[in-house]
Each structure stands twice: as C-alpha cells, then as structure tokens.
C-alpha cells in the first residue's frame, strides 16, 4: 500500500470517528461536575464504549492479516 492510500484511509477514519463523537459524546454514566463558572467532565463510559469498539475492530483486522 503506497502513502497516499494510507493517508486516505486515515483520513476517512477520523471523519467517521468526528461524526460518531456527537453521538456518543455524553452518554449515561459519564461524570460532570459543575461548581460556579468551573466545569469538569470525565467521559467513563464514553472511553469504555470507545476501547470495546476499537477492540472488536482490531480483532477483525488481526483475523484478515
């Protein structure tokens, strides 16, 4: 696969993964807590969501090679 194909390739993911993050931006069990003109968001179950689905795309591509 030459460079090109592979920028591509990157590119395409990360808009995939840019249009998804609105989605699953803030779901249920994500931490925020807001105190005065200070807000801290801890994304838990958002980061959890994030590593099962990059897991099982690993898998697959580890599966095919």
């Known amino acids: 696969m030459d460079f090109g194909k592979i920028l591509v ?7 995939i ?4 993050w609105s ?5 249920p069990g994500d931490i925020t807590f807001k105190k ?6 801890f994304p838990i179950v958002t ?4 590593s099962i ?4 795309i690993f898998f697959v591509i580890g599966r095919f090679r």
Do not use: E
Not at 9 to 15: E, K, T, W, Y
Not at 23 to 27: P, Q, R, T
């Open 23 to 27: 989605f699953i931006g803030k779901l």
């Open 47 to 50: 980061s959890i969501v994030i």
């Open 9 to 15: 390739v990157i590119g395409i993911v990360l808009i």
């Open 17 to 20: 993964v840019g249009l998804s």
């Open 36 to 41: 005065g003109n200070t807000t801290v968001y």
């Open 53 to 56: 689905i990059l897991s099982l």
